[in-house]
């Protein structure tokens, strides 16, 4: 497949994104074999994202994005642009003996991408091998599975800095950094069990979870070598920049239960622990650069890059659900609430004494609220949807951080919007589909200090299909055309940060009113 657009703001394009996938199924009774490959390869330039100040009014920066004008400039549209390249494979089997139901998964990736970030050019390098191993067997009064996640990965990540020219001239290294040749490590054994005790449905699990991720230096970025290999072999390591193995490891039950109280209604709760590791990258780049005199400080305080990232704890949360759901002629409704504890936040925080914002894997919040979700069906051609959410949330206790206290305690979780609501309605008759759906996000914050605050925003979108049977050689062919967007609403559709070094958060524009043309065929 090959797909090509415009960016709907600015100069550039979104593409030319190409993909092969080429799948094989070796149908042998007692050992079948599915073979799956898939590259795919997509360069695009970059949307220019938003500061605080300029979302405030979306009306005039809605459309602001890169230089078209002048290549001398770090803002220049060029300058911002991506080169990616992906390579999957997998291989799966299948196969029962002596009631026991056995199944392999072997997997492995390749992926390169290229970046240009104005004034620097970005390179990740990364490769993954692994399996899944499952057991599944059924008994007289349960079923069970044992099985087992491993995978080993290698990852490359670095970042040159270069003139914002059109020669792109090698400047020396934003960041130059080394793994240690060997792979990270993930382990993950597992076990499952299924039971019914009459209108009673149970299901528990455990999970170990083990993270071993590799060595890694850090070099000083004033280096003349442009190539990577060459630039690390003539490097000099930063002081302190040295960062020993880091692992984790994390048990994860899950315990869910299923009550039947009548043939239309059942009662059910759910509880699970989940997991999030720490992400080094960013912090590892200013500590390389010493922004804001971080790795100074740091030395002079007796601490170094390795101090820091052996002090983060893996982030853990409780996920608590208890709903009920019924079930009418016409449709069902359920309702739910659910309550999350969420342990040692990986959030951005400001230290006192560092004098600097950075990643902190400190903290905790509590998420609670409730939601309905519902399908109804008002006649044989037409179904409804409407599924309100409502959200609380707050963070549980100050930062505490090299013995300084940041007060943050119930301010709101950020990216947590209060309310939400989807509402959906499909109108089928014949070979015509007609669907509208309507998504409101309520007002949220995008940092945990509650300082900027995003308005919520109304979006709806329309498609409209139509079936064929037997065109030419198609036995069929479908048409859908669809419209997102419809009143062009300006809103901010999502956050993140513009550069490694860049402290300061990046909002992106959602985007306008677009049409397109789907056309979907079976031969």
């Given at each position: 497949?090959?797909?090509?657009?415009?960016?709907?703001?600015?100069?550039g394009n979104?593409?030319?994104?190409?993909?092969f996938?080429?799948g094989?199924?070796?149908?042998?009774?007692n050992?079948p074999?599915?073979?799956?490959?898939?590259?795919?390869?997509?360069?695009?330039?970059?949307f220019?994202?938003?500061?605080?100040?300029?979302i405030?009014?979306?009306d005039?920066?809605y459309?602001?994005?890169?230089?078209?004008?002048?290549?001398?400039?770090?803002?220049?549209?060029?300058?911002?642009?991506?080169?990616?390249?992906?390579?999957?494979?997998?291989?799966?089997?299948?196969?029962?003996?002596?009631?026991?139901?056995?199944?392999?998964?072997?997997?492995?990736?390749?992926?390169?991408?290229?970046?240009?970030?104005?004034?620097?050019?970005g390179?990740?390098?990364?490769?993954?091998?692994?399996?899944?191993?499952?057991?599944?067997?059924?008994?007289?009064?349960?079923?069970?599975?044992?099985?087992?996640?491993?995978?080993?990965?290698?990852?490359?990540?670095?970042?040159?800095?270069?003139?914002?020219?059109?020669l792109?001239?090698?400047?020396g290294?934003?960041?130059?950094?080394?793994?240690?040749?060997?792979?990270t490590?993930?382990?993950s054994?597992?076990i499952?069990?299924?039971?019914?005790?009459?209108?009673?449905?149970?299901?528990?699990?455990?999970?170990?979870?083990?993270?071993?991720?590799?060595?890694?230096?850090?070099?000083?970025?004033?280096?003349?070598?442009?190539?990577y290999?060459?630039?690390?072999?003539?490097?000099?390591?930063?002081?302190?920049?040295?960062?020993?193995?880091l692992?984790?490891?994390?048990?994860?039950?899950?315990?869910?239960?299923r009550?039947?109280?009548?043939?239309?209604?059942?009662?059910?709760?759910?509880?699970?622990?989940?997991?999030?590791?720490?992400?080094?990258?960013?912090?590892?780049?200013?500590?390389?650069?010493?922004?804001?005199?971080?790795?100074?400080?740091?030395?002079?305080?007796?601490?170094?890059?390795?101090y820091?990232?052996?002090?983060?704890?893996?982030?853990?949360?409780?996920?608590?659900?208890?709903?009920?759901r019924?079930?009418?002629?016409?449709?069902?409704?359920?309702?739910?609430s659910?309550?999350?504890?969420?342990h040692?936040?990986?959030s951005?925080?400001?230290?006192?004494?560092?004098?600097?914002?950075?990643?902190?894997?400190?903290?905790?919040?509590?998420?609670?609220?409730?939601?309905?979700?519902?399908?109804?069906?008002?006649?044989?051609?037409?179904?409804?949807?409407?599924?309100?959410?409502?959200?609380?949330?707050?963070v549980?206790?100050?930062?505490?951080?090299?013995?300084?206290?940041?007060?943050?305690?119930?301010?709101?979780?950020?990216?947590?919007?209060r309310?939400?609501?989807?509402?959906?309605?499909?109108?089928?008759?014949?070979?015509?589909?007609?669907?509208?759906q309507?998504?409101?996000?309520?007002?949220?914050?995008?940092?945990?200090?509650?300082?900027?605050?995003?308005?919520?925003y109304?979006?709806?979108?329309?498609?409209?299909?139509?079936?064929?049977?037997?065109?030419?050689?198609?036995?069929?062919?479908?048409l859908?055309?669809?419209?997102n967007?419809?009143?062009?609403?300006?809103?901010?559709?999502?956050?993140g940060?513009?550069?490694?070094?860049?402290?300061?958060?990046?909002?992106?524009?959602?985007?306008?009113?677009?049409?397109?043309?789907?056309?979907?065929?079976t031969?």
């Amino acid at each position: 497949s090959q797909a090509n657009g415009k960016k709907w703001k600015g100069k550039g394009n979104l593409g030319k994104k190409n993909t092969f996938t080429l799948g094989i199924n070796y149908l042998k009774e007692n050992f079948p074999l599915t073979l799956l490959y898939s590259h795919s390869e997509q360069k695009r330039h970059d949307f220019k994202g938003l500061s605080y100040a300029q979302i405030q009014d979306l009306d005039t920066n809605y459309n602001l994005d890169y230089d078209t004008v002048n290549p001398n400039t770090q803002d220049y549209y060029k300058y911002h642009q991506q080169d990616l390249t992906y390579d999957d494979i997998q291989l799966s089997t299948k196969k029962e003996y002596l009631g026991v139901e056995y199944s392999l998964k072997l997997y492995g990736s390749k992926y390169l991408e290229k970046s240009e970030e104005g004034n620097g050019r970005g390179t990740v390098d990364g490769k993954r091998a692994g399996l899944i191993l499952s057991n599944k067997k059924d008994f007289n009064s349960f079923s069970g599975e044992i099985g087992l996640w491993g995978e080993l990965a290698w990852l490359d990540k670095y970042v040159e800095k270069v003139t914002t020219t059109p020669l792109r001239t090698h400047q020396g290294w934003k960041w130059l950094n080394k793994n240690d040749g060997t792979p990270t490590e993930l382990f993950s054994p597992y076990i499952t069990a299924y039971k019914e005790f009459d209108k009673l449905k149970i299901e528990t699990g455990l999970r170990y979870m083990y993270y071993k991720e590799s060595a890694n230096d850090t070099y000083f970025g004033n280096n003349s070598y442009s190539n990577y290999d060459s630039a690390i072999d003539n490097g000099t390591k930063v002081p302190g920049g040295h960062v020993d193995p880091l692992k984790y490891s994390m048990f994860l039950p899950t315990i869910g239960l299923r009550y039947e109280m009548t043939e239309d209604t059942e009662i059910f709760g759910k509880w699970g622990r989940g997991y999030q590791r720490p992400y080094r990258y960013s912090f590892a780049a200013q500590y390389a650069a010493n922004k804001n005199g971080i790795r100074t400080k740091l030395l002079a305080d007796g601490k170094d890059l390795n101090y820091i990232f052996q002090s983060w704890e893996m982030e853990t949360s409780d996920l608590f659900d208890i709903g009920i759901r019924h079930y009418f002629d016409f449709g069902e409704i359920s309702l739910n609430s659910f309550y999350n504890l969420h342990h040692d936040l990986l959030s951005t925080a400001y230290n006192n004494s560092l004098a600097i914002d950075y990643l902190q894997n400190v903290g905790e919040a509590v998420v609670y609220g409730f939601q309905i979700q519902s399908s109804i069906k008002a006649t044989n051609n037409l179904w409804f949807a409407i599924n309100p959410a409502l959200t609380f949330s707050k963070v549980t206790k100050d930062i505490i951080y090299n013995n300084a206290s940041y007060s943050i305690e119930g301010n709101e979780v950020a990216e947590t919007p209060r309310f939400s609501l989807k509402v959906a309605t499909t109108y089928s008759l014949k070979k015509h589909l007609i669907t509208l759906q309507g998504r409101y996000i309520g007002s949220r914050y995008a940092d945990i200090e509650n300082t900027e605050k995003m308005d919520g925003y109304t979006t709806w979108d329309a498609s409209y299909g139509y079936s064929f049977k037997n065109v030419g050689f198609a036995k069929s062919l479908h048409l859908t055309f669809s419209v997102n967007n419809i009143f062009d609403e300006k809103y901010v559709s999502s956050i993140g940060t513009a550069d490694l070094l860049d402290d300061s958060t990046t909002y992106f524009a959602g985007a306008p009113r677009s049409v397109a043309l789907n056309i979907k065929g079976t031969f």
